[in-house]
């Protein structure tokens, strides 16, 4: 019982940040291309801005690690 709700957590850690990075990817893409089609030379900050919400899913991702292993013991 304690492992299935150490899983469900370490899932609950990487999908929720997965959705979260998803919405702001989504969000600042639309931006970002019509920032581009406007102005070329923004493209390098935006392609920034878009690598700035995955550390939110290596986060979580390190968070699932974190309660598999140390509380997995």
């Known amino acids: 019982m304690e492992l299935g709700l ?3 957590g370490a899932g609950l ?3 929720l940040a997965a959705i979260a990075t998803g919405l ?3 969000r600042i893409g639309s931006a ?4 581009i089609t406007e ?3 923004l493209a390098g900050r ?3 801005l878009l690598a700035i919400p995955e550390t939110l899913v290596i ?3 390190a968070v699932a690690a974190m309660i598999i292993i140390l509380l997995g013991e």
């Open 6 to 8: 150490l899983a469900i």
């Open 13 to 15: 850690a990487v999908g």
């Open 24 to 26: 702001a990817q989504a």
């Open 32 to 35: 970002g291309i019509g920032a």
């Open 39 to 41: 102005k070329p030379e």
């Open 46 to 48: 935006v392609i920034l």
């Open 59 to 61: 986060l979580g991702f």
